[in-house]
T-cell receptor
Framework: TQLLEQSPQFLSIQEGENLTVYCNSS?????LQWYRQEPGEGPVLLVT?????EVKKLKRLTFQFGDARKDSSLHITAAQPGDTGLYLC?????????FGKGTKLTVNP | DAGITQSPRHKVTETGTPVTLRCHQT?????MYWYRQDPGHGLRLIHY???????DKGEVSDGYSVSRSKTEDFLLTLESATSSQTSVYFC???????????????FGNGTRLTVT
């Protein structure tokens, strides 16, 4: 089972700022999924990245999969309070779906 | 929203008592998962199932057992609850798996368990 490291663990920013969070592993990912969890709810899938070097955009969110498929980043442009939540990553291609510890993002108005 | 229901939503129990949490799905998905979530630990996999009567251990399986006698139901049992098992428990379902790709996980709304 791969160990997934997410950084930073906590991030508190003001509305309108940009930010990047990371998901790293010492092993190669077959694919990787990003989820967001809002307080009191279960996580919801944001994106799946499969190909090394792949970049996917979801409105103000940009997801990048490293060329070597060992790392991924999530960049948020002009963060809004609605982006507040816990961002989690998990590797694909395995029945045993293990998550990183997540990045807890707070966007202050 | 995927048809996944967890019950109960909240439970308070005493140390040493058995507890069973239920996850019910209406999607006919093959894979079902139980996670626990604690501050500072993210989501940790307890057990998962890849079919009826087919289950396997996750990262933190000690003190927990599971059963899946029907496609739609996945039960998590704490044989003798301890205070360290106080947590929020999430069930998730997933339709399919290839060698490189997982179908999205759909999560229930969680069960908050307190062991006193």
């Amino acid at each position: 089972t791969q160990l997934l490291e997410q950084s930073p663990q906590f991030l508190s920013i003001q509305e309108g700022e940009n930010l990047t969070v990371y998901c790293n592993s010492s092993s190669v990912f077959s694919s990787l999924q990003w989820y967001r969890q809002e307080p009191g709810e279960g996580p919801v899938l944001l994106v799946t990245v499969v190909t090394g070097g792949e970049v996917k955009k979801l409105k103000r969110l940009t997801f990048q999969f490293g060329d070597a498929r060992k790392d991924s980043s999530l960049h948020i442009t002009a963060a809004q309070p609605g982006d507040t939540g816990l961002y989690l990553c998990t590797q694909g291609g395995s029945e045993k779906l293990v998550f990183g510890k997540g990045t807890k993002l707070t966007v202050n108005p | 929203d995927a048809g996944i229901t967890q019950s109960p939503r909240h439970k308070v129990t005493e140390t040493g008592t058995p507890v069973t949490l239920r996850c019910h799905q209406t999607e006919n998905h093959r894979y079902m998962y139980w996670y626990r979530q604690d501050p500072g630990h993210g989501l940790r996999l307890i057990h998962y199932s890849y079919g009826v009567k087919d289950t396997d251990k996750g990262e933190v399986s000690d003190g927990y057992s599971v059963s899946r006698s029907k496609t739609e139901d996945f039960l998590l049992t704490l044989e003798s609850a301890t205070s360290s098992q106080t947590s929020v428990y999430f069930c998730a379902i997933s339709e399919a798996l290839s060698s490189s790709y997982n179908s999205p996980l759909h999560f229930g709304n969680g069960t908050r368990l307190t062991v006193t």
